[in-house]
């Protein structure tokens, strides 16, 4: 199968506001590397989570970094950035962050920002909950062996009255930055400007740029972004930077939005964006037009989330004129220690295929001896059956109304039957003790409550138990055999690191 092919016709030298944003927000790394006329650049990005937030966000900068060395390599020179989505203002998204403790129960502590519930990240500041969410994460890693460390990078950047996005920016540079990674904060005084041309666009141009948006939606299986009718894909910050964002809407007057005391004329919101750019903010999709407009992206690493709209952006890009790059799957992995492993090969399964308990057991029960339970509640409602079809027959020409009642009866059994079924196969699945506590601890520890392990667990989890330049480490190796299968045309399979 064909490489995967990387449009290097992309590469371009850095404008100078950019070349300077970003030596400047990362004043650790050499900035001559930003000169070079054919820069490219392998660009991902996330919401900046509670103390580094999950760890399939640290998986995606370490995926674009491998992908950047590796093309570096290749004699082209190319840098890894990660954009920080602090014009975003989903603070209750991001606000949590959860660890496992000594027993392996999922514990969670939270943390509040500043300002509006809808202003953007980058212009809200931590509360004092942080000192309260750092003592509580304190506690629940207690035993960790490298749990001090973790927190005193942490406390460095996580302190009250620091910027929200400061801290999430400062902590990734330093766990990163010597590797190479390169921080862009979108939404600073310094770049307001620049963004200029993609937000007049989005609204002078709004009616082509939502058929644009609705060709790009019917072009793929699922939807990430629904195209919001009469909506510009920007937002506007009517009480200034600070305040909340809305997306304007259309309407005979020029625009409006939620609040908005009278409709505010074109000319007038275009004179705004002039006057005061930093008024105005990316959506998701309008992000992906700034990124590519910003910055010579080669290849953008994402999730399979975001995986969602950025199939659909490609119309989006040949209306601004711009080159859709390659979208490449992040690293997906599953951490295990020697302990789950003989686990995992007592019970005949993989990393992968843990999920939640429930399920899990009544898969591994069901070659067991004895009854199932599902063959159980179809062999009564079978012999049910024969007694009350002929027995219906008789009944309705005693009285037609009784046929409801048949029908109810049908109705009621059935739903014990199942009721029934379930039970049967949780007792068959919970007979082996053995069995069952393994399998709990399995889920707890790579499926907490369910959900995939790099969703459920933060990065102070694995920096505590592993130190974060293991953890890292043995993530980079993984990268580089996900990388070799992705340029191979494959998706890449979430693969087990074991610590």
């Not at 060395?69 to 890894?80: D, H, M, Q, S, V």
């Not at 927190?151 to 990734?172: C, I, N, T």
């Not at 009854?371 to 009564?380: C, E, H, I, T, W």
Request: aromatic share 6%; glycine share 8%; with cysteine.
């Amino acid at each position: 199968m064909a490489a995967l092919a990387f449009p290097n016709h992309a590469r371009r030298p850095l404008e100078p506001a950019l070349r300077a944003a970003l030596a400047a927000q990362n004043p650790h790394l050499d900035a001559e590397v930003l000169a070079s006329p054919r820069l490219g650049v392998v660009a991902t990005g996330q919401q900046v989570g509670l103390f580094l937030g999950p760890a399939y966000s640290i998986y995606k900068a370490i995926t674009a970094l491998a992908l950047a060395k590796r093309l570096t390599r290749r004699g082209e020179p190319t840098i890894a950035v990660f954009w920080l989505q602090s014009e975003d203002h989903d603070h209750p998204e991001i606000a949590s962050a959860s660890v496992l403790d000594e027993a392996d129960e999922l514990e969670t502590v939270r943390a509040g920002a500043t300002g509006h519930e809808r202003g953007s990240m980058a212009q809200r500041a931590l509360t004092d909950d942080v000192s309260r969410a750092l003592s509580a994460l304190a506690e629940h890693l207690r035993g960790a062996p490298h749990r001090d460390a973790t927190l005193e990078l942490l406390s460095r950047h996580y302190q009250p009255g620091v910027g929200w996005v400061d801290a999430f920016a400062g902590a990734l540079g330093e766990v990163l930055g010597p590797r190479g990674l390169w921080v862009l904060n979108p939404r600073c005084p310094e770049l307001a400007h620049e963004a200029m041309p993609i937000h007049r666009r989005a609204l002078l141009e709004h009616a082509a740029i939502q058929d644009a948006t609705l060709r790009g939606a019917a072009a793929v299986d699922e939807v990430g972004v629904e195209p919001r009718e009469g909506c510009a894909l920007c937002f506007v910050h009517p009480e200034g930077p600070h305040g909340p964002r809305f997306r304007p809407t259309r309407c005979d007057q020029g625009w409006t939005w939620p609040g908005a005391e009278k409709p505010v004329a074109s000319e007038a919101l275009l004179a705004r964006l002039e006057d005061d750019p930093l008024s105005f903010s990316t959506s998701s999709l309008l992000r992906l037009m700034l990124q590519e407009y910003w910055l010579p992206t080669i290849a953008h690493v994402v999730g399979p989330g975001e995986a969602r709209y950025v199939r659909q952006a490609p119309p989006l890009h040949a209306h601004y004129d711009l080159i859709p790059p390659p979208p490449i799957p992040r690293g997906r992995f599953v951490v295990t220690e020697r302990t789950d492993r003989r686990k995992l090969e007592a019970l005949g399964l993989e990393a992968s295929e843990v999920g939640e308990e429930e399920p899990l057991l009544r898969r591994l029960a069901s070659g067991d001896p004895g009854p199932d339970g599902q063959a159980v509640a179809q062999r009564l409602q079978a012999a049910l059956e024969r007694e009350l079809a002929p027995l219906a027959v008789e009944l309705t020409e005693v009285d037609p109304g009784l046929d409801r009642a048949v029908q109810r009866t049908r109705k009621h059994v059935h739903k014990g039957m199942n009721a029934f079924a379930r039970r049967i196969d949780r007792a068959r699945a919970r007979r082996d003790d053995i069995r069952t506590t393994r399998v709990r601890a399995l889920c707890s520890r790579l499926s907490p409550h369910g959900a995939p392990q790099e969703r459920a667990l933060t990065f102070p989890h694995f920096a505590a138990r592993y130190s974060w330049s293991a953890w890292l480490d043995a993530i980079s190796e993984g990268v580089e055999n996900h990388l070799d299968e992705v340029e191979d045309g494959a998706e890449g399979q979430l693969l087990e690191i074991v610590l």
